[in-house]
């Protein structure tokens, strides 16, 4: 059984720093593309940074330059380090990847962990 759990929420000043760590178990035989998403309430679920397997980076243009998104291949862990956060990245950030666990790919969701940034 593959999990993805997420850690490192809480809450956090405007203008502070938090990180995020998201760790896949299981069986599981290569992980692909992995990334962050967000919800905040009365909103959809948004992109909020992902990173290929080979490293690349993409963020939602809110986050560019404030966000970092990185991954241990060896732990099977994904990272988001938040600096300058704003009281609008307030949300329930959410961990997934593309794995394969059998024959085929499909992608799994963390639980998600709540970030709240006070003014």
């Known amino acids: 059984q593959v999990q993805l759990v997420e850690s490192g929420g809480g809450l956090v000043q405007a203008g502070g720093s938090l990180r995020l760590s998201c760790a896949a178990s299981?069986?599981?035989?290569?992980?692909?593309?992995m990334g962050w998403h967000r919800q905040a309430p009365g909103k959809q679920r948004e992109l909020v940074a992902a990173?290929?397997?080979?490293?690349?980076?993409n963020y939602a243009g809110s986050v560019k330059g404030r966000f970092t998104i990185s991954r241990d291949n060896a732990k099977n862990t994904v990272y988001l380090q938040m600096n300058r956060v704003k009281p609008e990245d307030t949300a329930v950030y959410y961990c997934n990847a593309d794995l394969v666990t059998g024959s085929s790919w499909r992608q799994y969701w963390g639980q998600g962990t709540q970030v709240t940034v006070s003014s």
């Open positions: 990173i290929t397997s080979g490293g690349g980076t």
């Open positions: 299981g069986n599981i035989l290569s992980i692909g593309g």
